[in-house]
């Protein structure tokens, strides 16, 4: 199957898993709109790659976490590209790695609004656009960390434990309306915000997982592919992790 015809906004798509999605999506035909925040050099090389290789692509500036941003980045790529089919909420929301006991809230409050906040306003500034087709997928990235702890990452976990549940809320809800709303939970997966893991971490990682490897962007971004490209599943969180906490 292709993604011919379709339009895709990925967040936060200037590196890392939603560059490598963008990509992805564009490979299989999909018109796509690399959205950034703030590195736009970056985002404008993944647009020139993208055309280099024959495929359909603009960058579109905004913070994920902020309404008016988004609605003005949704009616952008509506204009230009036309109306949206796929959305990949994949924007990283930065957050402290500390334990429990000294986590700020206002750290803890600023990771799980922003996640929710860039869910939420992404769907509502994008479901329309779907609905005028009674067409359209959503794809989360969550985290296997919202089920399987790790030090330092409550606020993380949370927040992604949270998005699942909304995933599974707006897959029942929009369903009926023809749009289909999954989540894929990468586990450690080498991307800038993993740059600065120890890498002993690292390799125990890879050893603890049946694949015997790290993650790569590229992983991820095939299994939101093969999702979009599914036309039954929804509701459903897909683990990208080699296999880690699987068995
Ligand atoms: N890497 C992992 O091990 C791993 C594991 C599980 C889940 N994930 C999830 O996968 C997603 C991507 O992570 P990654 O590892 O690819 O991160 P990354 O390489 O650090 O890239 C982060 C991306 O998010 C964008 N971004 C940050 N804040 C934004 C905002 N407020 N609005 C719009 N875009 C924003 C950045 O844009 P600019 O550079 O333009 O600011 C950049 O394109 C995240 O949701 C993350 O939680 C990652």
């Given at each position: 199957m292709s993604l011919n015809g379709n339009v895709a906004l990925v967040t936060g798509a200037s590196r890392g898993i939603g560059a490598a999605t963008a990509r992805a999506l564009a490979a299989r035909g999909a018109a796509v709109a690399v959205n950034y925040f703030g590195s736009e050099a970056a985002a404008q090389s993944v647009v020139a790659d993208i055309r280099a290789a024959g495929g359909k692509a603009i960058a579109v500036k905004g913070d994920a976490r902020d309404r008016a941003q988004v609605e003005a980045m949704a009616a952008e790529v509506k204009a230009q590209?036309?109306?949206?089919g796929i959305l990949v909420l994949n924007a990283s929301i930065g957050f402290p790695m500390k334990g429990f006991l000294d986590y700020p809230w206002d750290a803890f409050e600023a990771k799980v609004l922003g996640e929710m906040g860039a869910a939420f306003h992404g769907c509502r500034a994008v479901v329309p656009q779907m609905l005028e087709r009674k067409s359209g997928s959503i794809v989360a990235i969550t985290s296997g960390l919202a089920r399987d702890p790790g030090w330092g990452f409550c606020a993380h976990s949370a927040a992604k434990a949270a998005l699942e549940g909304l995933v599974r809320a707006l897959a029942f809800e929009l369903g009926p309306m023809g749009i289909r709303v999954n989540a894929v939970a990468p586990g450690l997966t080498l991307t800038d915000a993993t740059a600065n893991l120890p890498e002993k971490h690292k390799q125990a990682a890879a050893e603890h997982t049946p694949l015997r490897r790290n993650g790569q962007a590229e992983d991820v971004a095939e299994a939101v592919a093969g999702l979009l490209q599914t036309g039954f599943v929804t509701g459903a969180t897909l683990p990208v992790n080699g296999g880690a906490h699987t068995f």
């Open positions: 590209l036309g109306p949206i």
